[in-house]
């Protein structure tokens, strides 16, 4: 299957400083990507959903101007947690599909993950 | 709104032991149900899915029903190997959501020799 690059896997910063993640689709071109979130014991949860070229598409109550994404091209997605918090520690991962008409077949290939944990 | 609600591991088996794993949702529309596994270290990739009720989704030795009369699609397996240590997330995605997917909360895996 298609391979979905995340970098880093894991990542420690300070409080206050902020945080790059990436999310590159090696093999494929990737109009829309997807950035979920995933607190202990709890579900992915969906955090924004990126298309290229233009902005990002926020869920409610993500606040867009703390997680900054930019889809520059159609195989690099990055996530930027701005001003990090010990509180926005937690599991990372996006997700890719190809381009072309969605259909019930087409799947979704994901990231390996980043573990961001902000002390 | 849409939910999935999956057991809590980890789940301890022998090998060759029977799996499986529970996954249950709620659900506003129609959509596909979606077995997905993360090997530790890798991305999750798709292990199997359905579209529509009473289909059945099998992979690697993996079957999911989907069942609409009591809103699951449990997870199983007659044998399970070392190798199929990992996490299982169950999701549930809608055609016209353009691969958005909602997940349970995954299930750890671990199986002993």
């Known amino acids: 299957g298609a391979v979905v690059s995340q970098h880093p896997s894991w990542v420690i910063c300070k409080s206050g400083t902020s945080v790059k993640i990436e999310c590159r689709s090696l093999d494929f071109q990737a109009t829309t990507m997807f950035w979920y979130r995933q607190f202990p014991k709890q579900s992915l949860m969906l955090m924004a959903t990126s298309n290229e070229g233009s902005k990002a598409t926020y869920e409610q109550g993500v606040e867009k101007d703390k997680f900054l994404i930019n889809h520059a091209s159609l195989t690099l997605s990055t996530l930027t947690v701005t001003s990090a918090h010990p509180e926005d520690s937690s599991f990372y991962i996006c997700?890719?599909?190809?381009?072309?008409?969605?259909?019930?077949?087409?799947?979704?290939?994901f990231g390996q993950g980043t573990r961001l944990t902000v002390v | 709104g849409d939910s999935v609600t999956q057991m809590e591991g980890p789940v301890t088996l022998s090998e060759e032991a029977f799996l499986t794993i529970n996954c249950t949702y709620t659900a506003t529309g129609y959509p596909s149900l979606f077995w997905y596994v993360q090997y530790p270290g890798e991305g999750l990739q798709l292990l199997l899915k359905?579209?529509?009720?009473?289909d059945k989704g099998s992979n690697k030795g993996f079957e999911a029903t989907y069942r609409k009369e009591t809103t699951s699609f449990h997870l199983e397996k007659g044998s399970v190997q070392v190798s199929d240590s990992a996490v299982y997330f169950c999701a549930l995605g809608y055609n016209n959501a353009g691969n958005m997917l909602t997940f349970g909360g995954g299930t750890r895996l671990m199986v002993k020799p």
């Open positions: 359905a579209t529509k009720a009473d």
């Open positions: 997700s890719a599909r190809s381009s072309g008409r969605v259909t019930t077949n087409t799947e979704a290939f």
